[in-house]
Structures are given as C-alpha cells and as structure tokens.
C-alpha cells in the first residue's frame, strides 16, 4: 500500500515539474546571433556605376526613381533621364571635370550643397535641368562652350546671406544661357572674367542681383525678364555690351536699381523696358555709351549719370516718372526723347517742341550727393522749387536739356487675338443677364 503511495507521488512530481523543466531549459538556449550588416566604406553608388560603365560618346539613359548620393563624371557622355528622373545628395550632386561634350537631359537636382560643379570642361550642355532646393545651382569654372537651356533653379527661402548664386562661372568663354527660370537665389546669373556671353529669353526673380557680371568682356543679353530683384542688371568693368528688349521692372525697395553700369565702355542699350524701379539706371564711369529707343515708365529716377561724359540718351520715352536726370556733368546729350512732362509748344508742326526741355532741377542735383532726400519727392517746398527752376535756368552748365524734345510717343503695334470660345461663353453670358434683367423688369 504504501509502495503504491509513494509510486503515485512521484508520477505525480514528475507530471508537474517535466513542464517546467522543459520551459526552463528551452529559455536557458542560447540568444540568436544577429549580423551586422556589412557596409564598405566609400562604396559606388548605384548612379556611379552606371556612369562607370558607360563607354565614351555614348548615351546613359536613367529610369524614372531617384540616384542617391555624389557622382562624378570625366569622360564625354549624355545622361538622360525620364520622368520622375531625380538626382539626391548631402553634399555636391555631381561634379564634371576634366572632359569635354558632357550633355545633361531631363533630370532634377537636389543637393544639400552645390548641384553640379564643372571644372576645366569644353562643350557643356544642360538641358531641361531643373535644381531644387540646393544651396548653389551650378559652378563652372575655367571651361569654354558651355549652352543652359531651359535650366529651371528655385532656391531656398530666407535671407540673401544664407543664400549663393544660381550659377557662377569662373574664368571661361563663350557661354550661352537661353529660356531658363531662376528663382530667390543671391545672385540669379554671376559671371565674372568670362568672355562671350550670350543670355536669351531668361526670367530671374526675387534675387539680390538677376544678371552680375564682373571683368567680362563681349556681352549680348536680349530679351531676358528681370523682376523683384534688388538689382536686374549689374555690370562692372567690361567692354563691348549690347542690351536689347529686355524687362527689368519692379526692382523698387530703397537702395534698389533698375541697370548699373560702372566702369564699362562701348555699350548699346536699346528698346529696353524699364518700369516701377527705385533708379531705373544707374551709369558711372562708362565710355562710348549710347540709350536709344528705350521706354521709361512710372521709375523713381530714370537716370542717375556720374562721370560719363560722353553718354548719348535719344529717342527714348519717358512717362510716368519722378525723376528725369540726376548728373554731376554738364555734357550729357539728350536729343529727340518724348517726355510726358514736357510743357512746350510745337507751333511750326513739325514734331518737336519749339523750347528746350529741361531735364534736371536743383533738388535733382541734391539727390546725388544725398540720396536719403528722396523722402522730400513731390514734397510742397520740392514742386515750388521745381517750379522756380523752370522759369529761371539760364544757361547753368550744369542744367541738362533736350533741345529737340520730340512732341509724340511712339506708335504702338496693337494685335488682336480672338478667342472663338470666351466670345461664345461671354455672349451666352451677357444674354443671359439680359433675359434675367427683363423677367425681373
């Protein structure tokens, strides 16, 4: 009996710790090992492999996903890309160097740093590129041929110290940028020692300086859109300029300028538009320049000449402005320019007007040597003064006058474009109204 007892007990014991001895030595098995990944250190990216492998002369075509990381080219290929084609990186995206007939297609940037960087290139060309939040757009220096052609560049928000230039080039020739966009950057196009430059149909915004060029020779900039920015054009030290249909407006906060030239010589500036700047040019120390053709509306001042002795201003029209001419010299030539202020007669019919007209004033005088009087503009004491000095001019040297100050604007060429299906929708419109007008009648 008691043998069965004790059988029983320990079957019992058994039943009840085999689980828990089982549990326990299960949970005492040793932990799972787990792998670092392996991670080599300055591995290619996947981009720069394909760039790797491409042979000279040929074409890398990209799919439409994004590349991370920077890249480098040194042999003449094209990269083309699709869309959705994007190019990311924490630092330059890529960096061209060394090579000549590198081609970029269709592809967007995003780099912490500078997008793309060229260096000692020949035959650059970047077209459809768009660059995006990027520190700095594209840097180029000593490299010649280079063509931007519809390149798009937004920079970043904030304040022009935190900002850099769209695209800089350094130290080359022969560069053509032609129907890009660029966007609240520092200097929207900076050039400086670069000769032969050609700019066409570009729109720079809310920048510092739209157009910057420094020491660069042989430049021919046409129909480019300046808009919102301190500065549009800003030109120093150069020769052989031609500025031809280009918009340059709203460049109006307190220090701000339409065009700046200093120090530059044998210069064309025609059928140029000029509206609602603080100054809309600002010329010192130019050589052989000539202003022909232009319009100047609604600006602060229109010109502001120091030393540039033999400036010839003709056939431009002036309306809307504050300001004709501030100048320290007593040579400027004004001849056959329309002014809408202009209070002469025309008697003999022939189109200009009978008496001189008087260009600058003494409160025009002051404010090139003290700028801040511009709060004073259109002040009581300024429009009596005005008043005074023309009834009294005399023969001052250092009155400007146009003696040949033509009588008409110039004609403008209107064109109509009709637009079949806003006239039907604005005819059903207007009958509408007028049945709904008679029922309420």
Do not use: C
Not at 83 to 101: P, R, Y
Not at 182 to 193: A, K, M, P, R
Not at 266 to 275: A, C, D, G, T
Not at 396 to 421: C, Q, Y
């Amino acid at each position: 009996m008691f043998k069965n007892l004790l059988l029983t007990a320990i079957l019992l014991l058994s039943v009840i710790t085999m689980p828990q001895l089982s549990f326990a030595a299960h949970n005492h098995e040793a932990p799972i090992e787990f792998k670092k990944p392996i991670i080599k250190t300055g591995e290619k990216s996947t981009l720069q492999k394909l760039i790797d492998a491409t042979k000279p002369g040929d074409t890398l075509l990209l799919e439409g996903r994004v590349y991370r990381g920077s890249v480098t080219i040194n042999k003449p290929i094209t990269i083309q890309g699709v869309k959705g084609t994007e190019i990311h990186s924490l630092s330059n995206a890529l960096t061209i160097a060394d090579s000549e007939q590198v081609r970029l297609e269709n592809l967007v940037f995003n780099a912490e740093e500078t997008a793309i960087v060229a260096t000692n290139m020949s035959d650059l060309t970047f077209n459809d590129v768009r660059i995006v939040n990027a520190h700095a757009g594209i840097f180029i220096t000593e490299s010649e041929k280079i063509q931007l052609q519809n390149v798009t560049i937004e920079g970043r928000e904030g304040h022009f110290k935190t900002k850099n230039h769209a695209v800089a080039m350094y130290n080359s020739k022969n560069v053509t940028v032609t129907n890009s966009a660029i966007s609240d950057v520092l200097d929207g196009l900076y050039l400086e020692s670069v000769d032969g430059i050609e700019l066409h149909e570009n729109t720079v915004k809310n920048s510092r300086y739209a157009m910057h060029f420094m020491y660069s020779d042989n430049i021919n900039l046409t129909n480019n859109t300046l808009v919102h920015n301190m500065t549009g054009f800003m030109i120093m030290i150069g020769k052989n300029l031609t500025l031809t249909d280009n918009i340059v407006t709203k460049n109006n906060t307190l220090n701000s300028l339409g065009v700046y030239f200093y120090d530059v010589e044998q210069v064309v500036f025609k059928r140029n538009m000029l509206s609602e700047n603080t100054v809309a040019m600002d010329v010192q120390n130019t050589k052989k320049m000539v202003a022909k053709s232009n319009a100047f509306q609604t600006n602060g001042t229109v010109l502001q000449v120091k030393r540039s002795p033999d400036l010839i201003v003709s056939d431009n029209q002036f309306y809307g402005n504050i300001l004709t001419i501030r100048s320290d010299q007593d040579r400027l030539q004004l001849a056959n320019n329309f002014y809408d202020d202009y209070s002469g007669h025309d008697y003999d019919g022939d189109g200009i007007g009978d008496t001189a007209y008087i260009a600058t004033n003494s409160f025009g005088q002051w404010l090139v040597k003290k700028p801040v009087y511009q709060y004073f503009m259109e002040s009581p004491s300024v429009i009596v003064l005005n008043m005074m000095d023309t009834e009294v001019t005399g023969n001052h040297a250092l009155i400007v006058t146009d003696d040949r100050p033509n009588m008409m604007k110039n004609s403008f060429e209107w064109s109509w474009n009709i637009n079949g299906v806003q006239l039907l929708f604005s005819s059903i419109v207007l009958v509408a109204m007028l049945v709904v007008r008679r029922k309420l009648i």
